[in-house]
């Protein structure tokens, strides 16, 4: 018998890394889960390799754009006939800068990619949710939530605002048998650090991508990267019964890295 | 097979509350345990409770004594070899007051209870698990060790000198496979908060029942957390998926805590 037999998960950013880690937990948990990603191409590779089974489907859409994440909340519950756990995971940064050099584009698509998204699903799961008084909320933050590198001030600035929003909404709807949590993961080497971490690297003055990626080993006290499984672990409490008087809490995965 | 199987817990004041709540999980996801208690005969009946006795061990210790403490720790080793997970779960405070009342005798009293226990049995059984490349410290804490409230400052201060520690361990021991973790929860009605809460709840101003009713308008939830839920993440900390969390202060609080 798993955790979250019988419960219905969405994931924004679901076919690969952290998402994809949180998903495979769900499932071996005995949860029906529907991922999600832009591209069909990735998320029918992604159902292939998970078993595609009929307890996972695939939703394309950018969290950047409010009507495909509106449409993955109401894709899960038309799908599954509810949503019981909301992971709103999605997130990065495109071409990032110093606040000097920082575009407006490049501003507006952090805030819509880390913050815009992570409301536009709370908002639209929390409406399903509240009438039925039980739901999970799972926003994947970052311990950018909590701190500040040079470099990628539009990262820790709607990192830091999602933590805000969690704690909030937590308030909100604290005895409503729905809980809205974060989870603070330190550096995890995913594609999309993979694929932006040398600009990124650049950016915030370092010599190289490995550099980047020593700085955030460093600042740990286990001086290494974490890893999706660890943060998977974290997403399954949260989301199971065990974890329903956790809410609005800031769960660090991140190897002693935070100071608080 | 669970996710300690294999593994070998000490958990402090085991016997009753939340001790005892982390003891059954634990025995669950198949660790064998040691629990500590003051009272032989509630430690008998934990153990006869639990109904595992190849599994689970008492040792009557005083968490407020040194040699009770390093003893504990020495004992868990001789019955089942090694430990692996330690829980410094003993703790609370008693003959509360505002600072301006404060005895000497309540403060060192707490500090005895909560830090210097937890320093004791810590350090005991820290050279074996470095040794090994293994381990697990999970401090009990508590939403006073993030917060203050007035009238039990002991209580406060101890628990945030726990987490103090707790930081500064984890730092010391970030690459040796040892995590130091500390829980946080909010009130949690044990016997432990039975016994002791009216006397702080007076020296706070209030009845008892005020008192309880001052943690849970506080949390988002509006109700006191239960056992269990620090049992799971009491869990999670204490398996090998765990490695990536240390030096944390985990709120188990229901939306309580600020950070």
């Keep these: 018998m798993g955790k979250l037999e019988g419960k219905v998960a969405c994931i924004t950013g679901g076919t690969r890394s952290i998402g994809r880690g949180m998903a495979e937990a769900f499932l071996r948990e005995g949860a029906r889960v529907v991922v999600n990603g832009r591209s069909a191409d990735k998320g029918q590779q992604c159902l292939v390799e998970m078993g595609a089974s009929d307890r996972?489907?695939?939703?394309?859409?950018?969290?950047?754009?409010?009507?495909?994440?509106?449409?993955?909340i109401d894709f899960t519950i038309d799908h599954f006939g509810h949503l019981d756990?909301?992971?709103?995971?999605?997130?990065?940064?495109?071409?990032?800068?110093?606040?000097?050099q920082m575009s407006d584009e490049e501003w507006k698509l952090e805030i819509d990619w880390n913050l815009n998204h992570v409301f536009w699903g709370m908002r639209r799961a929390l409406q399903h949710m509240i009438p039925r008084t039980s739901g999970r909320i799972i926003v994947t933050s970052s311990v950018e939530g909590k701190l500040g590198k040079p470099g990628i001030p539009g990262y820790a600035a709607t990192k830091h605002a999602v933590n805000g929003l969690v704690?909030?909404?937590?308030?909100?709807?604290?005895?409503l048998g729905i809980t809205v949590n974060s989870i603070l993961p330190g550096l995890i080497e995913t594609d999309i650090v993979r694929a932006t971490g040398p600009a990124s690297a650049a950016m915030m003055g370092l010599p190289s991508y490995e550099a980047m990626l020593d700085l955030f080993a460093q600042e740990s006290a286990i001086k290494r990267l974490n890893t999706v499984e660890e943060v998977a672990a974290v997403a399954v409490l949260l989301a199971s019964d065990a974890g329903r008087n956790m809410t609005g809490t800031m769960f660090p995965v991140d190897g002693g890295t935070m100071p608080y | 097979m669970g996710d300690l199987s294999g593994r070998v817990a000490v958990v402090t004041g085991g016997s009753r509350g939340i001790g005892r709540a982390i003891a059954e999980a634990f025995l669950a996801e198949g660790a064998k345990v040691v629990i500590t208690g003051t009272n032989a005969d509630k430690g008998a009946h934990a153990l006869h409770e639990l109904n595992q006795p190849d599994?689970?061990?008492?040792?009557?210790?005083?968490?407020?004594?040194?040699e009770d403490c390093e003893r504990a720790i020495d004992e868990a080793i001789a019955r089942f070899g090694k430990v692996d997970i330690l829980v410094n779960n003993a703790g609370g405070a008693s003959n509360h007051a505002p600072v301006a009342d404060l005895t000497d005798e309540a403060l060192d009293d707490a500090l005895?209870?909560?830090?210097?226990?937890?320093?004791?049995?810590?350090?005991?059984?820290?050279?074996?698990?470095?040794?090994?490349?293994?381990?697990?410290?999970?401090?009990?804490?508590?939403v006073e060790g993030k917060v203050g409230k007035p009238g039990i400052s002991i209580y406060v201060t101890a628990k945030h000198a726990v987490n103090g520690l707790t930081k500064a361990m984890s730092k010391e021991l970030g690459t040796t496979g040892v995590t130091v973790n500390a829980l946080c929860p909010g009130v949690i009605e044990t016997d432990i908060v039975r016994a002791e809460g009216p006397g702080a709840a007076e020296a706070m101003g209030l009845t008892y029942e005020q008192l309880i009713d001052a943690f849970t308008h506080e949390s988002a939830t509006k109700r006191v957390m239960e056992v269990e839920d620090v049992a799971a993440v009491a869990v999670l900390l204490a398996s090998d998926v765990g490695a990536g969390i240390t030096g944390s202060l985990i709120s188990i609080d229901g939306g309580t805590s600020p950070y």
């Design chain 1, 56 to 72: 996972v489907a695939f939703f394309a859409g950018d969290a950047t754009k409010q009507s495909d994440v509106e449409g993955l």
């Design chain 1, 85 to 100: 756990i909301c992971c709103l995971n999605s997130g990065g940064v495109a071409q990032t800068a110093p606040v000097a």
């Design chain 1, 167 to 175: 704690k909030a909404a937590a308030h909100e709807v604290g005895t």
């Design chain 2, 55 to 66: 599994d689970t061990h008492f040792i009557q210790a005083d968490a407020k004594v040194r």
């Design chain 2, 112 to 142: 005895r209870w909560n830090l210097w226990s937890t320093f004791w049995c810590s350090r005991r059984a820290l050279k074996p698990m470095i040794e090994r490349g293994w381990g697990r410290i999970i401090n009990m804490s508590s």
